[in-house]
């Protein structure tokens, strides 16, 4: 008699375990990819990681910004994580660009805000675009916005009028920033997420 109760308790105690895991499995797949992608990075909220640039194609005459310069990318204002979230990225001792992620009725927004040192607006500043797509948990895309193709117009960047950004969010991994373009243009920076590194001062304007 004993045996046969120990027997249905190991039975009961079995079941109870599998349906949370399914409580949890079913809680991930009604949540919108858009929610699920805030949500990985805000795991890294106050966090910084440094980074390296993958592809830079093709290779320009022009002198390279990036180049031997420290990148560091940091997690910083986390206030509604579950509707924005700001990472400046930091490019040696330039610190006037942040990315801001926002959650929209139908995806995800990503802009760029570029200050200058003394926190006034950049005249190139706060483009980007909106995703189209569901995307994933682990990877959303902004084509270009017509406010920003207005704006590139305007400031004779005809180039940047067909700019698709990218982010990738892989945990414990890889963070990854990515431009892309229809002529083979294509910029990729990632950060290793398994080694952060010390926070860095505030970006400029904040």
Aim: net charge negative.
């Amino acid at each position: 008699m004993f045996k046969r109760k120990a027997i249905i308790a190991a039975m009961l105690a079995t079941l109870a375990i599998t349906l949370n895991g399914c409580d949890r499995n079913a809680e991930t797949t009604d949540r919108a990819p858009a929610d699920s992608f805030l949500a990985n990075i805000a795991e890294y909220c106050g966090k910084a990681y440094s980074g390296r640039v993958i592809v830079n194609e093709p290779s320009s005459s022009q002198p390279d910004p990036f180049a031997d310069k420290t990148l560091i990318m940091h997690v910083r204002d986390c206030d509604h994580p579950t509707r924005q979230l700001r990472i400046p990225f930091h490019v040696g001792d330039d610190r006037s660009r942040t990315w801001v992620l926002t959650r929209t009725d139908s995806g995800l927004q990503l802009k760029h805000d570029h200050r200058h040192e003394d926190g006034s607006e950049d005249k190139v500043t706060m483009y980007g675009g909106d995703t189209v797509d569901a995307g994933s948990a682990t990877r959303q895309e902004f084509p270009v916005d017509q406010e920003s193709i207005a704006m590139f117009q305007r400031e004779g960047l005809s180039a940047s009028t067909e700019n698709t950004w990218a982010m990738e969010i892989h945990p414990d991994k890889t963070f990854a920033y990515e431009l892309t373009r229809p002529n083979g243009r294509k910029f990729r920076v990632e950060f290793d997420l398994g080694k952060p590194v010390a926070t860095p001062p505030p970006p400029w304007g904040q």
